[in-house]
């Protein structure tokens, strides 16, 4: 394990490199394995890339020197931190430190693989210490990092090196402009293209199409609209795969709503340089992430609020001297 400092280019904050790999004991080894780690939760990979060729991603070329010689760890983690600081020229990006790890036996879907990790810990926390003094007590502060929350982090596992190898991200800190210079400046990463991708990537496209897309070609009411989306999400949680053909005749059904999505689907995929298959095994934490975001809830005006879970036949929309209207239908309150 290797700790620099890496301050703010654009504020010519400099770095400090350290010129031997860091010693912990053992139990500050376990807190800081616990706090590297315990921030991956998602399923979501990425791998190395770039335009050119992928042998002139700086981070990939320095990773990959690791991992063909750990011994040179400490040699390219110095290269990292310069780089780090390269890309550090937003004025919002903060100073922090960047370790850079090595470790041994990670598990990667049921798989035991090597893996680098780079993290940066950017944001400090009081904290208050409180010790024995004469016949009572005495409380000082001081800063630290909460070791609960990684700011900054990267995975890259020892495999599928030709693809750019399989890599986690996290990034709990920035969600603006600077956010861009961890992952895509810095890091230079692209999604991987799995089943959680590809989940991922259809469900947007379905949301997208019939929010925004659909009402453009054909007259469907906020009824309508939350009725193929339930529909949707509905098709991935009863399904182990997904076959497009299968999907559009099943849940969009309508021959002319079928041809406005497939059309869509190509636009989508190169305003976005994405290429989504029309087979692949469906990822159920993808489906549970992007479920969270598709709406099931009509707002008519700021009065009232319904909420549509199931059958559409049971919600009718109407037109009457006072303004238009929604019935509902039900057998019993609960």
């Known amino acids: 394990m290797a700790l620099h400092g890496?301050?703010?280019?654009?504020?010519?904050?400099?770095?400090?490199?350290?010129?031997?790999l860091l010693q912990t004991e053992p139990e500050v080894r376990k807190i800081l394995k616990d706090y590297f780690l315990s921030a991956f939760k998602s399923e979501e990979y990425y791998n190395?890339?770039?335009?050119?060729?992928?042998?002139?991603?700086?981070?990939?070329?320095?990773?990959s020197a690791i991992f063909d010689d750990p011994g040179c760890l400490l040699d390219e983690s110095v290269s990292l931190a310069k780089q780090l600081y390269e890309k550090s020229i937003h004025p919002k990006v903060k100073a922090g430190e960047l370790y850079v790890v090595y470790f041994h036996n990670l598990d990667l879907d049921g798989e035991s693989v090597d893996a680098v990790g780079l993290f940066k810990s950017e944001n400090k926390d009081t904290f208050l210490k409180v010790h024995p003094a004469g016949n009572g007590y005495a409380i000082e502060q001081d800063q630290g990092i909460n070791i609960h929350k990684l700011?900054?982090?990267?995975?890259?596992?020892?495999?599928?090196?030709?693809?750019?190898?399989?890599?986690?991200?996290?990034?709990?800190?920035?969600?603006?402009?600077?956010?861009?210079?961890?992952?895509?400046?810095?890091?230079?990463?692209?999604?991987?293209r799995d089943a959680y991708s590809n989940t991922q990537n259809i469900l947007s496209l379905c949301k997208d199409f019939v929010t925004r897309e659909l009402p453009r070609h054909f007259e469907v009411t906020k009824a309508d609209q939350i009725d193929l989306l339930n529909k949707?999400?509905?098709?991935?949680?009863?399904?182990?795969?997904?076959?497009?053909q299968e999907f559009t005749n099943e849940v969009i059904v309508q021959p002319g709503i079928i041809e406005t999505f497939n059309h869509y689907k190509k636009d989508y995929e190169h305003e976005r340089d994405l290429d989504i298959a029309d087979q692949f095994d469906i990822s159920g934490s993808a489906v549970k992430k992007q479920s969270r975001v598709f709406k099931s809830v009509i707002k008519l005006d700021k009065n009232f609020h319904i909420y549509i879970h199931g059958n559409r036949e049971l919600i009718e929309l109407g037109v009457d001297e006072r303004g238009k209207f929604y019935k509902v239908y039900f057998r019993e309150e609960l």
């Not at 190395?48 to 990773?63: A, G, Q, T």
């Not at 996290?170 to 400046?185: F, L, R």
Request: proline residues 0%; glycine residues 6%; charged residues 30%.
């Open 48 to 63: 190395f890339f770039h335009e050119s060729d992928l042998k002139y991603n700086e981070v990939f070329d320095f990773v």
């Open 6 to 20: 890496v301050g703010n280019k654009l504020n010519d904050d400099g770095i400090r490199l350290s010129d031997s």
């Open 232 to 244: 949707s999400v509905g098709f991935f949680k009863k399904n182990d795969s997904f076959d497009l």
């Open 151 to 192: 700011d900054k982090g990267c995975l890259i596992f020892n495999t599928e090196k030709e693809n750019g190898f399989v890599a986690a991200v996290v990034d709990n800190t920035n969600k603006g402009a600077e956010a861009h210079y961890w992952i895509d400046e810095f890091l230079h990463l692209k999604q991987r």
